[in-house]
């Protein structure tokens, strides 16, 4: 067992929460997924892919020196 009181205790644990806070929500989300047809798949696909281009996307554009 670890040592709680050791130095970086708190954020290794406040990231294994984040973490699993993430794969529960994809556990979630899978359910409904799971009962959807192959349309309404494809029309999440989508949604998912602009929402990730929105977020994470621009940041290539940001990072570029010219």
């Known amino acids: 067992m670890t040592d709680q009181t050791r130095w970086g205790i708190h954020e290794i644990q406040t990231r294994n929460k984040a973490v699993k806070y993430q794969r529960d929500l994809v556990k979630s989300a ?37």
């Open 30 to 66: 899978m359910t409904y997924v799971i009962k959807m047809d192959e349309s309404g798949i494809t029309d999440l696909m989508i949604e998912i892919e602009a929402e990730y281009e929105r977020k994470y996307g621009q940041n290539k554009k940001d990072n570029l020196v010219l």
